[in-house]
């Protein structure tokens, strides 16, 4: 587990956009369950592609005219609860972080795993979200 402090600003590159960091499983369960609507779940990481390609891909594509209702966010490795109760959500799909998920009313309806975002652009990425928020959201 890595120390909160030492990740916060990685956490914050999110929060700070208004993206809600779900810290507790109780968090997850709450969000997820009680979901209508679309809902984007970014799963964060301290790796490069996560800062590098994932985050900002995720920051681009919420500017996106059509996009999910709410955004939501987990850290791997620092959030130890809240990450395990969120992969649940996306199986049948093994853990991967970063990755991010679309939802529709409580279904997974698109994801993007790690191998889909090492080597990829943050502009090849917010495509990708962007194609899938025009499809569902």
């Known amino acids: 587990m890595y120390p909160p402090d030492l990740v916060a600003p ?6 700070d956009f208004g993206v809600d960091g779900l810290t507790t499983a109780e968090d997850v369960i709450s969000t997820l369950d009680s979901q209508e ?4 779940l970014v799963v964060n990481s301290v790796c490069g592609c996560a800062a590098a ?3 900002p ?9 059509k996009k999910p209702s709410k955004a939501v966010t987990v850290f791997a490795g620092v959030n130890k609860e809240a990450t395990a109760k969120a992969r649940e959500y996306l199986l ?11 939802f529709k009313d409580g279904k997974l309806v698109h994801f ?5 975002i090492e080597g990829r652009s943050a502009d090849m990425i917010a495509a ?10």
């Open 53 to 55: 390609n994932a985050r």
């Open 128 to 137: 990708n979200l962007k194609m899938a928020f025009e499809h569902y959201c």
């Open 112 to 116: 993007i795993e790690r191998h889909h």
């Open 10 to 15: 990685m956490a914050r590159d999110l929060t």
């Open 37 to 40: 609507g679309t809902l984007l």
């Open 92 to 102: 049948p799909y093994p853990p991967s972080s970063p990755s991010i998920a679309l």
């Open 57 to 65: 891909g995720v920051k681009l594509a919420l500017q996106n005219e």
